[in-house]
C-alpha cells in the first residue's frame, strides 16, 4: 500500500488527517510513532526531521501539515465525501474556518499545555488563565456563527469540521465551553456523534493519561 500516515492516535493533528481519511473511507496504513515502532519514528524523522505530526507519504510525495493532508487527499484520492466545495469563493469560507480552529482554539489549548510542561516562560496557571482568555472570546464568536448552521461552513462536512472536532474536543478539556453558548456546545456534540469523529476518539481512549492538564472523565 503506497498511502501511509505517520502520527500519534492522541494528537490532535493527527485526529485530524484521520477523521478526512475515515469520512471518505481511504485505505491506507497508519504507522504510529511509539516506543514499541522505533522503526516508524526512525522513517519518520529521516523523512521529516521537524518532527511534527502527521505526515503523509504516497509513493515518492510527502506532505505534512493536516490541512495539507486533507487537501492532497481531496486532489489525489478523492472519495464520496469532498472535504473543500467545488466553488472557489465557498472553498475560500472553508479555509478560513481550518484557520480558525487551528490558530484560535488548537493554539490556546497548545499554551495551556505547553505552559503545564514547562516548554514556555510562564507559570501553569498564567498559561492556564492566559488560554482560558482566548477560548473565551474565540467561544463567544464561533457561538454566533455556527447560530442555525449544522456544520461550520454550512450544511456539509468539510475540512472545517475536520479542524474542528479534535480543537474544541481539547478545548473543552482545558476550558468548559460555558452553557451560555449553546449552540457552540451542540456543535460539539454533534462533532463527537460523527462516525469519524468518533473512531478517532474511541482509538485515542488509552492515551488519556497523556493529557498534562488531566482528562476528564466524560466524552
Known sequence: MS????????????QKALIALYENGTAFEFRGIAPDTPQHTEDWLTRWPIAKFPLLVDGERQFAEASVIIEYLQLAHPGPAPLLP??????LDVRFLDRVFDLYVM???????DSKLGRIPMTS??????ATERLERIYAWLDGHLARRTWAAGEDFTLADCAAA??????????????????LRAYRARLLARPSF?????EA???????????????
Open 205 to 219: 481512549r488509552p492515551f488519556r493519561s497523556y493529557f498534562p492538564l488531566g482528562a476528564p472523565d466524560r466524552d
Open 198 to 202: 468518533a473512531r478517532a476518539v474511541d
Open 3 to 14: 498511502l501511509a500516515l505517520y502520527g500519534h492516535p492522541f494528537s490532535s493533528y493527527t
Open 125 to 130: 496557571e498564567e498559561g492556564l488563565a492566559l
Open 166 to 183: 479534535p480543537s474544541l474536543f481539547y478545548a473543552d478539556w482545558t476550558y468548559r465551553i460555558p452553557e451560555t453558548y449553546p449552540a
Open 86 to 91: 467545488a466553488d472557489p469563493m465557498a472553498a
Open 107 to 113: 493554539d490556546a489549548v497548545q499554551l495551556a499545555v
